[in-house]
């Protein structure tokens, strides 16, 4: 089973930025997908962005432009990158990665990100 440890997000104001960053442990090999959920107050999880060895980065169409993904294989890291934030990023964000491609994955505990003027 894979360990997540999120760390980043905050508070931001509407037009500004944040970063968040997710390492893995308790994996020999490399792993085949890393990315970030979110859970917004009163909602549903949803998908921020995913990369995987295969399908490269998928992002929501809510951040396409705004939020970057990106990992290092070798570190099992991944990060967001988010820009132009809104009032609507404002989420528990999760880390999540999946060790090989059928496989369902697991979830960091959380990080919370706040926009707000």
């Known amino acids: 089973q894979l360990r997540l440890e999120e760390s980043g997000g905050g508070v931001a104001q509407p037009g500004g930025s944040l970063n968040l960053s997710c390492a893995a442990s308790g994996h020999r090999f490399s792993i085949y997908l890393m990315g970030w959920y979110r859970q917004p107050p009163g909602k549903q999880r949803e998908l921020v962005a995913t990369?995987?060895?295969?399908?490269?980065?998928i992002y929501s169409d809510s951040v396409k432009g705004r939020f970057t993904v990106s990992r290092d294989i070798d570190k099992k890291t991944v990060s967001l990158q988010m820009k132009s934030l809104e009032p609507e990023d404002t989420a528990v964000y999760c880390c999540?990665?999946?060790?090989?491609?059928?496989?369902?994955?697991?979830w960091g505990p959380g990080t919370s990100v706040t926009v707000s003027s």
């Open positions: 999540h990665a999946k060790p090989f491609r059928n496989t369902v994955g697991d």
């Open positions: 990369i995987s060895e295969d399908e490269g980065a």
